[in-house]
């Protein structure tokens, strides 16, 4: 009896790995490469593997995803006054996150060149002291220059000693105006 109980134990546990090992499990066979699907495109911006996030920011601008959507920051351009205002947010693009930064860079390509923009800390009252989730630039050109075809903004940044890069979309109304 003894025998047949361990030849049972045996056999059950050779089918349980069996089943467990032969599935891929997000790993490529043999190498331990961890693999992910390809990341979401814009089209696909609404569900995000399981949760939903604003299509814009709590001050009505774009947002911009700051690494695997650990944080959003959100542009607001002022086209009466020129100005470009970036928030920075929660993974959830619902609050400001104050930072310890005293400016953000946007990069731009102008006529195949590029060009860099510092948008200074305005911290907002609540932000503590040493700190700002809000950065602000009056440079009219960086206002311009997000306008522009092919202009391929990026907003660059540092948050808790981690750089991050994100792409602004070129994603506002073109009827009523033109970009020349």
Request: proline share 6%; hydrophobic share 30%.
């Amino acid at each position: 009896m003894k025998l047949s109980s361990k030849l049972f134990t045996v056999v059950l546990a050779s089918a349980t790995f069996s089943f467990v090992g032969c599935k891929d499990g997000g790993t490529n066979a043999g190498t331990g490469v961890e693999t992910s699907p390809p990341p979401a495109t814009v089209d696909d911006h609404d569900d995000h593997a399981g949760h939903a996030h604003p299509t814009e920011g709590p001050h009505h601008g774009g947002l911009i995803e700051l690494g695997n959507e650990e944080y959003h920051a959100e542009l607001v351009h002022d086209e009466d006054t020129g100005s470009v205002t970036i928030y920075v947010l929660n993974a959830a693009a619902t609050e400001q996150i104050p930072i310890v930064s005293t400016e953000v860079t946007i990069n731009v390509k102008h006529d195949g060149k590029p060009e860099q923009f510092k948008l200074a800390a305005s911290p907002d009252a609540n932000d503590p002291q040493g700190k700002s989730s809000r950065f602000v630039s009056t440079d009219a050109e960086l206002g311009e220059h997000l306008d522009e075809e092919g202009a391929d903004p990026k907003l660059v940044l540092t948050i808790n000693g981690k750089s991050f890069r994100g792409t602004i979309a070129h994603d506002h109304d073109h009827e009523g105006h033109d970009h020349e």
